[in-house]
């Protein structure tokens, strides 16, 4: 073989080992850089689940399961209507403290005043509306029983420490029992009897107030610990790992097309072959 075409061949099979050392190195830097991406992946995945992770273990551990109705005390709320003449009706319902409207007692005493005649010959009365105490409910009962008018006056004394709204009612025509009616009142009260508790399970809407203020303590307790890492640089510190490129040498290609113009030189390199050569 001529050798200059030795020598060609000997270049070849040098850059060739050159090549894969090179591409060895750049394997093993893609391979870090991945992991170093799922490693970054994973931190943030894990800084970010930590509070809803503890958050659902904890509660689980105390007995009140996120992914299921739970077994939850009730107590007994007593609603209680009286009306203007005095007579009482009374209903009882049971509900954690956790549904809508039953996290306290109060009490609605509506006050209607006399009907009175407009200029355009309907009629008009007010009504006020107190917001009272379920203690007061024998003071109610009393002021239905009396003979007395109830006045605006007697109402404000009874009650002057609690706000009251009031509202205009109108109508076009009473009975000649509404028109001579004097003022009276009506009372809406909601109590609670601590002392009546049964066991049953939760209501969709419990469930619900119970997650949602689950979840605002976690997000709270997420706010504290995001500004933590957030002071430490955490997150730009995963963003860095997240979007860095490989450190690659950069020698790789430029090997390759060496090697590719090599290989042409060789396949094109025209010599002869001698009879002793192939003897």
Sequence with gaps: MDKKLEDLAVEIVELQEKLEEVEEINKYEKRRCKLEKIKAALKLTAAIGAVPIAGTALTTSMGWNPFKLNDEKKTAVITTEIDKEG?????????????????????????????????????????????????????????????????????????????????????????????????????????FDKEDIVIKKETTESHAWKEAGKIIIEALFMVIELTILGERHFFSLQKYDLTRKPYLNSEEEELKKKIKAKHLIFETYPYNIKDDDIQ
Excluded: C, Q
Excluded at 103 to 111: A, L, N, P
Excluded at 186 to 191: G, H, L
């Design 87 to 191: 007579n009482i009706k009374e209903e009882k319902e049971y509900k954690s403290a956790w549904e809508k409207g039953t996290t306290s007692e109060d009490g609605t005493v509506y006050y209607y005043t006399k009907w009175e005649k407009t200029d355009n010959n309907n009629y008009k009365r007010t009504k006020h509306v107190y917001n009272v105490s379920p203690k007061s409910i024998d003071v109610i009962i009393d002021l239905t029983k009396t003979e007395k008018e109830i006045t605006k006056s007697r109402m404000d004394e009874l009650f002057n420490e609690i706000t009251y709204y009031k509202d205009t009612e109108y109508r076009a025509d009473l009975t000649e029992k509404e028109i001579n009616s004097l003022p009276y009142i009506e009372a809406r009260i909601k109590s």
